[in-house]
T-cell receptor, first 114, second 115 residues
Framework: AQSVTQLGSHVSVSEGALVLLRCNYSSSVPPYLFWYVQYPNQGLQLLLKYTSAATLVKGINGFEAEFKKSETSFHLTKPSAHMSDAAEYFCAVSASGSARQLTFGSGTQLTVLP | EAGVTQFPSHSVIEKGQTVTLRCDPISGHDNLYWYRRVMGKEIKFLLHFVKESKQDESGMPNNRFLAERTGGTYSTLKVQPAELEDSGVYFC?????????????FGSGTRLTVV
């Protein structure tokens, strides 16, 4: 079974500051990991995914995440926050490469302060 | 290409009534998924279709929920009778193949409120 823990249900950063959203996973098999973002009144949009290739994954909108097996982590970062980054972010894990279900974390609401 | 379309976007019904949610996946996507997010909690898997067949329905909460996927195209999720705890946002997603390769494309969700 897989599980995901997102530390911090709410994170606030100033515009231009580093964004760091934390995700730790538990999986009995090599995981596939994802970050999704949900803007208000929209569906979830895939930011990036880790599928056992490079451990540093670059996504859209300047976000990236690093897979650290020893720490069972997949934290999401962005060097400089923009106001438009304000949204809810979800980390998710899948057990394998098959077309199977995702297990989501509880989400982190990111607020960007002017 | 058109995305995943869900409707209605919002639904408010009374306890005991029936509601049907619809999802139109991206054309050609054989895999269709339903997820639900109850207020402030995790997004939880409900079920997975491959074409018209239910591949995995382990997340369906009880027999008040019935999902169908007619001819492997659109899908409906019926809740009958609705209870207060069914309130939440219901998401549909579709994928042409392996999640590791394609991820999912999600719809905007249906916000269901049972009063």
């Amino acid at each position: 079974a897989q599980s995901v823990t997102q530390l911090g249900s709410h994170v606030s950063v100033s515009e231009g500051a580093l964004v760091l959203l934390r995700c730790n996973y538990s999986s009995s098999v090599p995981p596939y990991l994802f970050w999704y973002v949900q803007y208000p009144n929209q569906g979830l949009q895939l930011l990036l995914k880790y599928t056992s290739a490079a451990t540093l994954v670059k996504g859209i909108n300047g976000f990236e995440a690093e897979f650290k097996k020893s720490e069972t982590s997949f934290h999401l970062t962005k060097p400089s926050a923009h106001m438009s980054d304000a949204a809810e972010y979800f980390c998710a894990v899948s057990a394998s490469g098959s077309a199977r279900q995702l297990t989501f974390g509880s989400g982190t609401q990111l607020t960007v302060l002017p | 290409e058109a995305g995943v379309t869900q409707f209605p976007s919002h639904s408010v019904i009374e306890k005991g009534q029936t509601v049907t949610l619809r999802c139109d996946p991206i054309s050609g996507h054989d895999n269709l998924y339903w997820y639900r997010r109850v207020m402030g909690k995790e997004i939880k898997f409900l079920l997975h279709f491959v074409k018209e067949s239910k591949q995995d329905e382990s997340g369906m909460p009880n027999n008040r929920f019935l999902a169908e996927r007619t001819g492997g195209t659109y899908s409906t999720l019926k809740v009958q009778p609705a209870e207060l705890e069914d309130s939440g946002v219901y998401f549909c997603a579709s994928s042409p193949g392996q999640v590791s390769t394609y991820g999912y494309t999600f719809g905007s969700g249906t916000r269901l409120t049972v009063v």
